[in-house]
Each structure stands twice: as structure tokens, then as C-alpha cells.
């Protein structure tokens, strides 16, 4: 007999979303320390003034601040370990990351290894890191990752040359400041990259063998903006980008209870090896991955376009993908971006490393399970 539906629900990062709640960081922080980190990346706080809008927010609430500028995309153990030391020799009591998934997936290892001890390397999957944190407040700068609402860190391990997580109950935000004004900045090839990664959190959350009733709610509502928005927030307009960042917070939170699988698993191996945005990897894979979904899950399938609001095409979901991705000038295949052909042995055989996401899947990824989507991709 069936046991029925079972879930668990526990989200605790405040969330706080609309323009102008950046204004909100001194007040914010002065009620958790009074020495902050604001971690941001390499030139974007800078170049538009928000580390000085960002430092004078803080003093004016009687906060310290002190900065460190330096994360890259995809940033590795050696940027945590970097921003780890400054933490340490300024001595802060709470953290501030402004900037996109990179950004906040930093300060969050950074806040365990500066917290607990150690080295970044003790704390990644499977070990789940529970323990209270410092306070940390995350404020993105892009609308893809919904990193400031997940429990999860995504790093590089450069010895391995693989994506790897921290995760765990600790490692939420004690605040996410989701202002859409910020995103007015945003660069075109970056708004679609990083939209695309939030519909792709939005899929594979959908389409996971962890899914839930409310798991469901959350992805598809951000599938559905996604689809609707994605073309006007890549062409600038504000609003479609506001959507977009309520569509990237969703989804987060819709991961929080599904993990990703097959978009993430065999993506991020082309963002390793070939250097691809990860949101843009990640949908290079999914209308391959889209026709297993399809298979496995046919009923769920036609939910997921009665939700979205949008009529089945001929193609199913990996041409609904396309016409998404053609419309905002991605890339649709992979020998556009001069990938040889002969690589995609490799990439089947690195990509499966990715357990921790492949085992999510609705359907088991084998060998051939993956060669057969990285080809209908290429």
C-alpha cells in the first residue's frame, strides 16, 4: 500500500524583495554584528559605485566595513581560501555578498571555514554542514542561480577539475535583499545565461525524482515567468528582469528540496573543460535530457506544459527549449561553439562523476544514456 505524499518544509532566510531594499543592508547588518565582509566580484560593485553605496549604508548604521573584490565565475578553493584570510585578519562578525551566484556562493564557504575550522576541502559532499553560521546577508546582482535562498556552495576543485558542493541547513542566508534596480546593470549575454540557469533549476527540479507537491508549485511558476520573460529581461527592459529575479528565487527555493540532475551533471563539465557560462552549459543539455524526461515521465510532462501555459509543440520541451534559446541569441547546439566531436567520449566519461546530481534524475544515467544526450546536443 502507498504511503502517500511525505515532505518537509523549512526555509529560513528572510527574504526581503523590491527596488530599493538594498538601502535596507545597514539597518539589516547592525541588528546581527558590527564588522562586516562585503565579498563581492571583480570590477562590477566597483564600476557602478555600490562598494561605496554599500560601505556608507553599512556606517551609517554603525557598521565596520571591510571588502574583498576578487571572485571570479566559477570561482575555485583558492578564491575562498583568499577571502578566508582577509575574513580572519579583519576579524568580522558578518558577512555581506553582493554580486551574482559566485559571489554568494564564496561568502557562504567562506562563513563555514572562517566559522568552523579547517579547510574548504573538509566540508564538500557528502558531509552536510548543519552547524549555525555567522550571519550573512546576500544580495544578488543577476537573475539566475537563486543562491541567496539555497543551502547549497558550488565551487571548483582544481586539482580534481570538478565542480563540487557544500551543503547543508547551515549554509542558508540569514537575509536575501532581492533589488531589481541593481539588475539594470546587467549585461545582455549575462541576463540570458544566467536566466537560463534559472529555468533550468525550474526543469530539473520539475522533472526530479525528488520532487514535491510543493517543490511543484515553486518550479513552475518560475518555468512559467521564465518563458514568458527571459526574451524581454536579456533585451533590457526592467520589468521582465524584476520577473526574472522572483522567477530565480523560486526556483532556489525549489531546489532547496529536489537537487538538480541531468542539466547540472553532465553541464558543468563544459563549463570546467570549455570555459561555457554554467546557465548556458546547463541548457545546452536540457533539450537532450528533455526527451528522457519526456519518456519516463509523460503524464508529468503534459502538467508541466498545462502549468507553463504553453501548447505542446511537435518537439516536445526540447523544442520548446530551442525556440526559447534562439529567440535570446544563445547557442542551440554544441558544434556551434567549435566543439569537436570527438571530445564528447570525454565529456560522457567526466560528466558521469557527477552522482551527487545524475542520482536525482528520474531515470538512471548510464553511459549510454549519457553519450545519447550529449550527441543530441551536439
Given amino acids: 500500500m502507498s504511503r502517500g505524499v511525505e515532505f518537509s518544509v523549512w526555509q529560513p532566510t528572510r527574504v526581503i524583495f523590491g527596488r530599493g531594499s538594498l538601502d535596507r543592508v545597514g539597518e ?112 544578488p546582482t543577476t537573475h539566475g542561480t537563486g543562491s541567496e535562498v539555497t543551502k547549497y556552495s558550488v565551487l571548483v576543485d582544481e586539482a580534481s577539475k570538478m565542480k563540487v558542493a557544500i551543503s547543508g541547513d547551515g549554509l542558508y542566508p540569514d537575509y536575501a ?19 537560463l540557469d534559472a529555468l533550468s533549476h525550474a526543469i530539473e527540479a520539475f522533472f526530479s525524482r525528488r520532487s514535491t507537491p510543493y517543490s511543484d508549485i515553486l518550479s513552475l511558476e518560475a518555468a512559467r515567468i521564465a518563458f514568458r520573460y527571459l526574451p524581454c529581461a536579456v533585451s533590457g527592459v526592467l520589468e521582465c528582469r524584476e520577473k526574472m529575479l522572483y522567477a530565480s528565487m523560486l526556483a532556489g527555493l ?34 537532450g535530457a528533455a526527451r528522457f524526461y519526456e519518456a519516463y515521465m509523460p503524464e508529468r510532462a503534459e502538467t508541466f506544459f498545462e502549468s507553463i501555459g504553453v501548447s505542446r ?13 534562439a529567440s535570446i541569441g544563445a547557442p542551440l547546439r554544441l558544434r556551434e561553439l567549435g566543439v569537436p566531436e570527438e571530445r564528447l567520449e570525454h565529456f560522457v566519461r567526466d560528466g558521469l562523476r557527477y552522482q551527487r546530481n545524475l542520482l536525482n534524475s528520474p531515470f538512471e544515467i548510464t553511459e549510454d544514456v549519457a553519450r545519447e544526450i550529449y550527441r543530441l546536443v551536439y
Fill in 177 to 195: 535583499l532581492l533589488d531589481p534596480e541593481v539588475l539594470k546593470h546587467l549585461p545582455r549575454d549575462q541576463s540570458a545565461s544566467t536566466g
Fill in 254 to 287: 525549489a531546489i532547496n528540496y529536489t537537487g538538480t540532475n541531468v542539466g547540472h551533471g553532465l553541464g558543468y563539465t563544459l563549463t570546467v573543460e570549455l570555459g561555457i557560462p554554467h546557465g548556458l552549459a546547463n541548457a545546452m543539455i536540457l533539450p
Fill in 313 to 325: 509543440p511537435a518537439g516536445g520541451l526540447g523544442e520548446l527549449l530551442q525556440s526559447l534559446k
Fill in 28 to 139: 539589516l547588518a547592525s541588528g546581527v554584528g558590527s564588522h562586516a565582509l562585503v565579498i563581492t566580484g571583480r570590477g562590477f560593485a566597483r564600476r557602478y559605485g555600490y562598494d561605496e553605496r554599500i560601505k556608507k549604508l553599512l556606517e551609517e548604521h554603525g557598521v565596520r566595513a571591510s571588502f574583498f573584490q576578487g571572485v571570479e565565475p566559477n570561482p575555485t578553493y583558492t578564491t575562498v581560501e583568499k577571502c578566508l584570510e582577509v575574513a580572519r585578519t579583519a576579524g568580522v562578525d558578518v558577512f555581506v555578498a553582493f554580486g551574482g551566484g559566485s559571489v554568494v556562493d564564496v561568502a557562504k564557504a567562506v562563513n563555514v571555514t572562517y566559522t568552523l575550522g579547517g579547510r574548504v576541502s573538509d566540508y564538500v559532499y557528502p558531509k552536510s554542514v548543519n552547524q549555525k553560521l555567522k550571519p550573512l546577508i546576500a544580495i
